[in-house]
Nanobody, 115 residues
C-alpha cells in the first residue's frame, strides 16, 4: 500500500521560513511527478508546486521566488522550502505523487503564518 507522510508544518511569524518534507513508502518505482498542494479554510485545494522525475519544476505565481521544491528520486521524497512566508500562505499542505496516472496523497500538514 502506497503511503505519503508529510512533516515539517507548524506556526511561524510573517517573513519566517519552514521546510516541508514528504516521504513515500510501499512503492518500488519513482513517482513520475510529485508536488505540493494546499487548502485554506473555505477555499478549494490549489497547486503550490510540482516537480517531475527529471527535475522540471512549476510554481504557483503566488509562491514564485519564495518557495523551492526538490526531490530525491532514489528515496521517493519531496521537500518544499518556504521562505518569506505570508499570512495568506496559511493552509493545510498536502504532498502528492503520480504514478501510472494515479494520484496518491498524504494526510496533510498544517502551516500557520501569523504574528
Amino acid at each position: 500500500q502506497v503511503q505519503l507522510v508529510e512533516s515539517g508544518g507548524g506556526s511561524v511569524q510573517p517573513g519566517g521560513s519552514l521546510r516541508l518534507s514528504c516521504a513515500a513508502s510501499g512503492i518500488i518505482f519513482s513517482f513520475n511527478a510529485m508536488g505540493w498542494y494546499r487548502q485554506a479554510p473555505g477555499k478549494s485545494r490549489e497547486v503550490v508546486s510540482t516537480i517531475t522525475s527529471g527535475g522540471g519544476t512549476n510554481y504557483a505565481d503566488s509562491v514564485k521566488s519564495r518557495f523551492t521544491i526538490s526531490r530525491d528520486n532514489a528515496k521517493n521524497t519531496v521537500s518544499l522550502q518556504m521562505n518569506s512566508l505570508k499570512p495568506e500562505d496559511t493552509a493545510v499542505y498536502y504532498c502528492s505523487g503520480e504514478l501510472h496516472s494515479r494520484y496518491y496523497w498524504g494526510q496533510g500538514t498544517q502551516v500557520t503564518v501569523s504574528s
